[in-house]
């Protein structure tokens, strides 16, 4: 199964898709995040100073990634995240600002003609995102919003951004007729709906899946972008 695991900032994707490619075997998939993107983008530069146009760049060059790692696992892997995810996440700066963390009033900004060019180039971008969520995904996980959206700095979004992200994330996967299950809870419990609802195999405890996924993720360089060389 090619299962895609959704949900926008702090819902736990990462956390949940490496448990459950430990406990079922299934390999995960997963582009470089943004904060790995950017050094070797606009190096210098937090995502909050990017401009429009070094945003779409950011986005295509990430499902580029994605689709590639894919790509090399065939019919059988657990992605953290989708091609639609980096779509969407530009299609609400449309409304939100470029830069989320300066609109304070959280109302829509002015749509100036640069806001409605940008608009236009990540519409065009939609369609190969959606092509490719209908060719490569048999189904979506979606992870609803649970969790108080992490504080470090890395994720230059308001609480506005985040929740017009998971409804329009959800909306365009209905659209396209995939599947999908919501899983909320712990990650234990995660684990167990996920598996039960699609019959997915096991192949060690769960126990010691969360306890691996959890020093996976203590692991990872949580250095800002403008840390690394």
Not at 45 to 74: D, F, P, W, Y
């Amino acid at each position: 199964m090619r299962l895609a695991v959704s949900g926008t900032y702090s819902t736990g994707k990462t956390i949940t898709t490496t448990a459950l490619a430990h406990y079922t075997g299934i390999p995960r998939s997963a582009a470089k995040t943004m904060r790995e993107l950017l050094p070797i983008s606009v190096p210098g530069k937090t995502l909050e100073q990017c401009t429009g146009s070094e945003i779409l760049m950011l986005i295509t060059r990430r499902n580029t990634e994605r689709a590639v790692n894919e790509s090399h696992l065939g019919d059988s892997f657990i992605s953290d995240g989708s091609s639609i995810h980096e779509w969407i996440y530009g299609t609400v700066r449309v409304i939100v600002g470029v830069n989320p963390t300066a609109n304070t009033t959280m109302e829509n900004v002015e749509r100036t003609d640069e806001i409605r060019y940008f608009e236009d180039v990540i519409d065009k971008l939609g369609v190969p995102a959606k092509q490719h969520a209908l060719a490569n995904y048999d189904a979506f996980v979606r992870l609803p919003i649970e969790f108080p959206m992490v504080a470090d700095g890395h994720r230059p979004v308001n609480e506005r951004f985040r929740l017009l992200a998971d409804e329009m994330i959800q909306a365009e996967v209905d659209k396209l007729g995939i599947p999908t299950f919501t899983a909320g809870g712990t990650v234990e419990e995660r684990l167990v709906s996920i598996t039960g609802h699609y019959n997915l195999p096991t192949v060690i405890s769960i126990e010691e899946a969360v306890a691996r996924a959890k020093a996976d993720y203590d692991a990872i360089d949580t250095r800002s972008e403008l840390e690394r060389v």
